[in-house]
């Protein structure tokens, strides 16, 4: 099994800043794109940033230029620092992997169980 578990939510003023982490473990053989998604109650998930193994990056229009997603392969562990955060970026911010448990499985996709953000006065 794997586990993808988030960590650095929490409540900021706008205009503030929020680094998000995201540990994957369990049985891993290697991970291709991770990336943050966020979901609104009643709204659909969205991309907010991903990164290839390679350390490609995409990002969304609403987010670029404020927010930089990184990972660390060795640890296994993705991060989106958020800056100059608006109001509208309050959301659950959800960690996705694309990961092999091992050499001969097919590619399955994991999430974590999402941090909230909070951007408020």
């Known amino acids: 099994q794997v586990q993808l578990v988030e960590s650095g939510g929490g409540l900021v003023e706008p205009g503030g800043s929020l680094r998000l982490s995201c540990a994957a473990s369990?049985?891993?053989?290697?991970?291709?794109?991770m990336g943050w998604y966020r979901q609104a109650p009643g709204k659909q998930r969205e991309l907010a940033a991903t990164?290839?193994?390679?350390?490609?990056?995409t990002y969304a229009d609403s987010v670029k230029g404020r927010f930089t997603i990184s990972r660390d392969n060795a640890k296994n562990m993705v991060y989106l620092q958020m800056n100059s955060l608006k109001p509208e970026d309050t959301t659950k911010y959800y960690c996705?992997?694309?990961?092999?448990?091992?050499?001969?499985?097919?590619?399955?996709?994991?999430w974590g169980q999402g941090t909230q953000v909070t951007v408020s006065s």
């Open positions: 369990g049985s891993i053989f290697s991970i291709n794109a």
């Open positions: 990164i290839t193994s390679a350390g490609t990056t």
């Open positions: 996705n992997a694309e990961v092999k448990r091992f050499w001969y499985d097919p590619i399955s996709t994991y």
